[in-house]
């Protein structure tokens, strides 16, 4: 099933005045368009209906390198104010897939333990889905409302550190995952600005840190909405992220021509005066004659392990003619080739004491770069939390994922984003209109409430906290987190097995 309206085909663009962006709709994605709301983007045609549905840019897409910039401008320049947009740059528009994901329940990754092999998380009991099913059976009320939350949990500083469980995350799944008095699933996924690796070996990691099962069909990462631009380029660049694991990433999307810095490295060592280029990395890229060959966009899918030299790659490449390394487009604005990133967080708290630099800090540097060389501000397309795509990207994952648990897809009407992050999870959640709550595991060390970007349904020690608030003020004070199996079990509590008690 599609996971957008038909209604949401055809719509126009609409410039987004209210900060609700829940009622913004998407934008037609077949027939030439691309009015943009920011009145920079040439329209570029676009080759019969695809399976992708394009959604309005929330943030500008003109570079936000300015306010850091002292004296670097050449906007003076005669002309320079004037110019436009890229003609193949997205600009005002972030394309997602609209189609129903693949299901893969094969893809359930389950933590060490569950010898039951069933994504339920319950150790292996075989009256125990049977047992539940009754207690729902006579428990109406809850169960409706059980269904109807639904939870979106940010991972870095919430139910995790890197490799380093957050303890309260694993209890918090524990529950969703059934471990509550109605032996129900509660609906949850996934939204991390994490990059850098395929879903699954990213879903392998968590699973087996949180010691809970994790489905593919729940899990967003930053980059995971960019598969829909495997529709609209066939030779990309990628950028980011450890060896060669972003290649990975592309081929799974459907990129058909992949290239990332090191086969140009290998191909031309003089692109990058200060690379080492040892021969491990040599005999690992795939070098050709890229003087040959147009690069139609770029995607930097992770952080940058080496700045020196993807930004000059970069570089070279929004200034050629129309991706072709080596030459140098006589106009760099029209022949520029869109730039894409997964995600825009400046910093990103790990085992360090202080916040390290993620890709935010690349993307500024490059922007403050190119309006040094060029004069103009780089336009450019930034996926991830807050940016309304990703999250109207999680609304057709979450439908997707009732229809798995519960066989019914739709959207839960109370949906509670969990998140460590003001600038990007809670202001994303709270102009999306779901609950937010903040927690204190992470990036977030504040006072009562972030003063810029309040969650609205509050702050909280932790994930377990938020969890089990939400979960009484939508099934009861007096709801139970545990599943007590000699309260319904009539064999081991002695009882009649005709008559299964329920209290
Ligand atoms: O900022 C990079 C990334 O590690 C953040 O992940 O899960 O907090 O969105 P997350
Ligand atoms: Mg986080």
Same mark, same amino acid.
């Given at each position: 099933m599609p996971s957008f309206d038909d209604s949401d085909f055809g719509a126009p663009i609409q410039p987004i005045i209210s900060k609700d962006l829940s009622r913004v709709k998407t934008t037609e994605s077949n027939g030439e368009r691309r009015g943009s709301t920011l009145g920079i983007s040439l329209p570029i045609p676009i080759e019969g209906r695809r399976d992708s549905v394009e959604v309005p840019a929330t943030? $500008?897409?003109? !570079?936000? !390198?300015s306010p850091y910039?002292?004296?670097? $401008?050449?906007?003076? #320049?005669?002309g320079a104010k004037d110019r436009r947009g890229? #003609?193949?740059?997205f600009g005002a528009s972030l394309p997602i897939p609209k189609s129903k994901r693949q299901s893969r329940l094969s893809s359930v990754a389950y933590s060490s333990g569950n010898v039951s092999g069933r994504p339920s998380g319950f150790p292996s009991q075989p009256t125990r889905e049977i047992l539940a099913s009754q207690v729902q059976d006579m428990a109406g009320e809850k169960v409706t409302a059980a269904k109807d939350m639904a939870f979106v949990f940010d991972i870095d500083g919430v139910l995790v550190h890197g490799d380093r469980l957050i303890p309260e995350g694993q209890r918090a799944l524990e529950i969703l995952n059934g471990d509550n008095e109605l032996g129900i699933k509660v609906p949850h996924i996934f939204l991390t600005n994490g990059s850098g690796k395929p879903e699954q070996a990213r879903i392998d990691q968590l699973s087996k840190i949180l010691h809970q099962p994790i489905s593919m069909e729940q899990f967003i990462q930053s980059h995971t909405p960019m598969r829909a631009l495997s529709e609209y380029y066939s030779t990309v660049l990628v950028v980011g992220g450890e060896g060669y694991r972003c290649r990975e990433v592309a081929e799974e999307y459907g990129f058909k021509d992949i290239v990332v810095p090191n086969d140009i490295v290998a191909w031309d060592?003089?692109? !990058?005066?200060?690379r080492v280029f040892t021969d491990a990395e040599r005999s690992t890229s795939n070098p050709r004659d890229f003087s040959q060959i147009n690069i139609e966009a770029i995607m930097v899918f992770s952080d940058s392990r080496d700045y020196a030299t993807d930004m000059q790659i970069i570089m070279d490449l929004l200034r050629s003619e129309n991706g072709r390394l080596h030459t140098v487009a006589k106009d760099p604005i029209s022949q520029r080739i869109p730039i894409y990133f997964s995600q825009g967080d400046l910093l990103c708290p790990t085992e360090h004491p202080n916040p390290r630099m993620s890709q935010g800090a690349f993307r500024i540097g490059l922007e403050a770069m190119y309006k040094a060389l060029t004069g103009v501000d780089l336009e450019r397309v930034v996926y991830g939390k807050p940016e309304l795509a990703t999250y109207k990207y999680a609304d057709s994952v979450l439908e997707n994922w009732m229809d798995i648990i519960h066989n019914d897809e739709r959207l839960p009407k109370n949906i509670y984003m969990v998140g460590d992050n003001p600038g990007s999870d809670i202001v994303g959640g709270n102009s999306y209109g779901w609950n937010t709550c903040l927690v204190r595991t992470g990036v977030f060390q504040g006072g009562e409430n972030d003063g810029e970007n309040p969650a609205n349904f509050g702050v909280f020690a932790n994930v377990l906290e938020a969890v089990k608030t939400a979960m009484k003020k939508e099934l009861g004070q007096d709801f139970d987190f545990d599943w007590d199996d000699e309260r319904v079990n009539p064999l081991r509590a002695g009882k009649d097995v005709s008559a299964v008690a329920v209290e």
């Open positions: 943030r $500008s897409s003109i !570079a936000d !390198a910039m002292h004296q670097l $401008s050449m906007d003076d #320049r005669p890229s #003609r193949n740059s060592p003089t692109i !990058a005066p200060y």
